[in-house]
Nanobody, 114 residues
Framework: QVQVVESGGAQVQPGGSLTLSCAAS????????LYWYRQRQVEREYVAHV??????FYTLSVKGRFTISRNNDKNTMYLEMKNLKPDDTGVYYC?????????WGQGTHVTVSS
């Protein structure tokens, strides 16, 4: 049974930092491509991803502020977010893609406001 669970969401002030975690069970993690998405209004939008070879990619609006990383030994992925802006507010989702299958978590809420 595959389980994907995000954690770490919170309310922070503009300019603050936060690190999200995504833990997965079920033996899918180490060879999967790992993604972060967020839903700010209606659509879920891409934020970043890290490949099995640890190549990292970001959407333009977060580049230089967010850092994605993975720890295969712990079956956990992270999203370190710095210099947060109100526009970063949303529900952040983790997705694991492996063998043409997608596995999503339930999301964790991030609110950036003063």
């Amino acid at each position: 049974q595959v389980q994907v669970v995000e954690s770490g969401g919170a309310q922070v002030q503009p300019g603050g930092s936060l690190t999200l975690s995504c833990a997965a069970s079920g033996g899918i993690f180490s060879l999967g491509t790992l993604y972060w998405y967020r839903q700010r209004q209606v659509e879920r939008e891409y934020v970043a991803h890290v490949t099995p070879r640890d190549e990292k990619f970001y959407t333009l609006s977060v580049k230089g502020r967010f850092t994605i990383s993975r720890n295969n030994d712990k079956n956990t992925m992270y999203l370190e977010m710095k210099n947060l802006k109100p526009d970063d507010t949303g529900v952040y989702y983790c997705k694991i893609y492996r063998d043409n299958n997608e596995y999503w978590g339930q999301g964790t809420h991030v609110t950036v406001s003063s």
